[in-house]
């Protein structure tokens, strides 16, 4: 039963981690032209547009989609009342903080391009994206996860396509998050016409007390997301305050690669999620050897990732900034240091996962409460004395203090997992990886990370890094991928 519930699993965050990094490469083709388009000013405006916006998108969703994915996988009846309530939730919270966002660039001392820019990356990253959440949480309670990443791939491309065709009509900050918005339209769109697709037509139904109940419900969840996007994204507004737009114009790039490469952690707690909520209905063995699985192979994807980065740090600012590289000479250390914080956000995006299906959400808040404070503060202090490289280094001291706590709660539930052996055969691997892709990267970047894959998967087979189940439900998983495909 596990390795069939671990095949579904698999197949799932496989469909989305593809998805993923297609729309990653879209993205950051967007990202690229972007970039070269607007130079380092309008980079630094971008960022900051683009940053401020989303540190009020928790408010406007309340972390509803999770309470969807819960409670519908366990529930499947509720669908069509938590869906529609939650859609009237978010609609009206998205409107409002809309309005409050482009209110607060009135009083600031910001010149009318940088609050044209906010306003529209408000409209994207707020009222669009809340207004999707409710359609999403409900496909991947049902694990359609395949029309979320279909989603994902038709997203990321209507993007592109928008933002290369404004541009070329006219370059500004405002006009990228303009292109943005548009394709976010769209995308919410297809996501919902494919909902109905895959689902059948869910009659709407409102209650107003199930709304407010709702509201209620997700306080933790808000709460937590409030922290996380304190010490996740509050860190380039204070760069832009304390060293203004130039600074911001260089990290800019460094965190344009790595957030998409981070939220690939959300992918595999997000297939995860749903089969976590419907055994923790029961306590047997299962349920401690997936939550154990889950955790092991998360970091799997980590290591590799943040050594490949900070060794093709230059390679990878040059193809996206082109002829300007002369401008954005910082990027490649920000994207360095930051490169590593991603198997400390790995780790922390799975467990937290686990933790949210044990109901144990309070214990997330404290967690990310105690990071916010460690990001306000170390941004504060720092970013004056080190400029541009304080806030990568203030972000991995954030994330080591989450990675502590939800260390030590976990271990209280699952006992000893041998992560430190597991780290060591990891970080083996990935200097023989490492050694392979920077070696053939400085001539063909794509050869570089090919090599570096095969390397990896080669060396931790030989250290014997995973146990005999994960390497059974690993196999599984491919062998029902490559079924799929064939099919």
């Not at 409900?138 to 029309?147: F, G, N, Y």
């Not at 260089?250 to 959300?266: K, S």
């Not at 092991?296 to 994807?301: F, K, N, P, S």
């Not at 467990?351 to 997330?364: F, G, K, M, N």
Request: aromatic fraction near 10%; hydrophobic fraction near 55%; charge should be positive.
């Amino acid at each position: 039963m596990l390795l069939q519930e671990s095949s579904r699993i698999g197949l799932n965050a496989s469909a989305l981690l593809v998805s993923r990094f297609l729309g990653l490469a879209l993205s950051l083709v967007q990202s690229g032209l972007i970039f070269r388009s607007l130079g380092v000013d309008g980079t630094g405006q971008f960022g900051f547009a683009l940053g401020y916006a989303s540190l009020f998108t928790v408010f406007a969703t309340l972390g509803i989609h999770r309470l969807l994915m819960r409670d519908i996988s366990r529930n499947p009846d509720l669908a069509g009342r938590y869906l529609w309530t939650a859609e009237l939730v978010v609609g009206v919270l998205s409107i409002l903080v809309f309005i409050v966002v482009v209110a607060s660039t009135l009083q600031m001392d910001q010149a009318p391009q940088v609050r044209w820019a906010v306003a529209m990356a408000a409209l994207s990253v707020i009222v669009l994206w809340a207004l999707q959440q409710p359609f999403e949480g409900l496909l991947l309670a049902k694990e359609r996860m395949v029309s979320v990443a279909l989603v994902n791939i038709l997203g990321a491309a209507l993007r592109l396509l928008c933002v290369y065709m404004t541009l070329h009509l006219a370059a500004s900050s405002a006009i990228a998050h303009g292109a943005i918005a548009l394709g976010n339209v769209l995308t919410l769109l297809v996501c919902v016409g494919l909902t109905f697709a895959m689902v059948g037509w869910l009659r709407p139904q409102i209650h107003l007390a199930l709304a407010w109940a709702q509201v209620r419900e997700c306080s933790p969840f808000m709460l937590a997301m409030v922290f996380s996007l304190i010490y996740f994204k509050l860190d380039i507004s204070l760069l832009m305050l304390l060293k203004g737009e130039v600074a911001v114009g260089m990290y800019t790039p460094a965190q344009r690669v790595t957030e998409p490469i981070m939220m690939l952690a959300g992918l595999w707690g997000t297939s995860v999620f749903p089969a976590l909520c419907r055994f923790s209905l029961d306590t047997s063995e299962r349920y401690a050897k997936l939550k154990k699985a889950s955790i092991r192979l998360a970091l799997l994807i980590a290591f590799p990732v943040a050594f490949g980065l900070g060794l093709l740090a230059e390679p990878i600012i040059n193809l996206l900034v082109g002829a300007r590289a002369g401008e954005f000479s910082q990027s490649v250390r920000a994207l360095q240091v930051l490169a590593f914080v991603i198997p400390l956000f790995y780790f922390n995006g799975i467990v937290q996962e686990i933790l949210y299906a044990s109901h144990r959400d309070w214990s997330i808040v404290g967690s990310y409460g105690l990071a916010a404070i460690v990001s306000v503060l170390g941004n504060l202090l720092f970013i004056p004395l080190f400029g541009v490289f304080a806030v990568p280094a203030v972000a991995f001291m954030a994330n080591l203090c989450i990675c502590v706590m939800f260390g030590y709660l976990i271990r209280i539930e699952l006992g000893s997992m041998n992560l430190i052996g597991f780290a060591l055969r990891s970080v083996a691997s990935c200097s023989v990886m490492g050694l392979g892709a920077y070696t053939v990267g400085r001539h063909s970047l794509p050869a570089g990370v090919a090599l570096g894959m095969i390397l990896y998967a080669v060396m931790q087979w030989i250290l014997n890094t995973l146990e005999p189940d994960e390497r059974r439900m690993l196999v599984r998983a491919a062998q029902n991928l490559w079924a799929q495909v064939r099919s």
